[in-house]
Nanobody
Framework: QVQLVESGGGLVQAGGSLRLSCAASGRAFSDYAMGWFRQAPGKEREFAAAISGGVDTTYYADSVKGRFTIARDNAKNTVYLQMNSLKPEDTAVYYC??????????????????WGQGTQVTVSS
């Protein structure tokens, strides 16, 4: 069982930056694939970024590529999402997700067994 707690959301102006953190409980964190998804009001949850366990391969949605960076610190059981050059369309609740030894389908929400409660990111124009 893994518990995930996100933090770091807030209000920022367009062009600004935020760093989200997701702290995980439990053992073998390094073996978990970790993902960030987001959901804007009235829209479906969508993939933002993911990082595999083990070799730490990263994946990004086209909408965030070049602006967002996902990274993990296995010693701290934490995954981060550095968000730069934020746009109003990035406004959403951001969710952290985890799945044990997942290799494929990291951009699919159904691939993940564990989810955090979400953190709100609001980008003003």
């Amino acid at each position: 069982q893994v518990q995930l707690v996100e933090s770091g959301g807030g209000l920022v102006q367009a062009g600004g930056s935020l760093r989200l953190s997701c702290a995980a409980s439990g053992r073998a964190f390094s073996d978990y694939a970790m993902g960030w998804f987001r959901q804007a009001p009235g829209k479906e949850r969508e993939f933002a970024a993911a990082i595999s366990g083990g070799v730490d391969t990263t994946y990004y949605a086209d909408s965030v590529k070049g602006r967002f960076t996902i990274a993990r610190d296995n010693a701290k059981n934490t995954v981060y999402l550095q968000m730069n050059s934020l746009k109003p369309e990035d406004t959403a609740v951001y969710y952290c997700a985890a799945d044990y030894k997942r290799i494929l389908g990291l951009d699919q929400s159904r691939s993940y067994d564990y989810w955090g409660q979400g953190t709100q990111v609001t980008v003003s124009s």
